[in-house]
């Protein structure tokens, strides 16, 4: 099976383990945090996976660029809303340290 380059990338392999590990923590939100807190930390996991792979296929390193500082926006939108959910007690402390060592990772 061929592998785009994007794929061989560590960083994106660790965006994609992210992706997966945030899925799993926001299905443990209330319900009511269903369309709000929970749908939007799932968007910006995305976008930092998604940047990352749109970001490898771009032909200039200008444009390259942009599109990794787009991803690491989006990384710091999932550690603000990460820190939001810690204070609003929807995960545990060792939740938060785990996931913000992904993150820092």
Do not use: H
Request: charged letters at 25%.
């Amino acid at each position: 099976m061929y592998l785009y380059s994007f794929e061989k990338l560590e960083v994106w392999q660790d965006a994609r383990q992210l992706v997966k590990k945030m899925y799993l923590l926001t299905k443990q939100f209330p319900v009511e945090e269903r369309f709000g807190l929970s749908a939007q930390i799932q968007r910006a996991t995305v976008s930092v996976m998604s940047n990352i792979a749109e970001g490898v296929s771009r032909s200039t390193v200008k444009e390259k660029c942009r599109f990794i500082e787009i991803s690491f926006g989006s990384l710091m939108e999932v550690l603000s809303q990460l820190y939001m959910t810690f204070d609003l007690e929807y995960i545990s402390e060792q939740q938060f340290t785990e996931t913000k060592a992904n993150i820092d990772k």
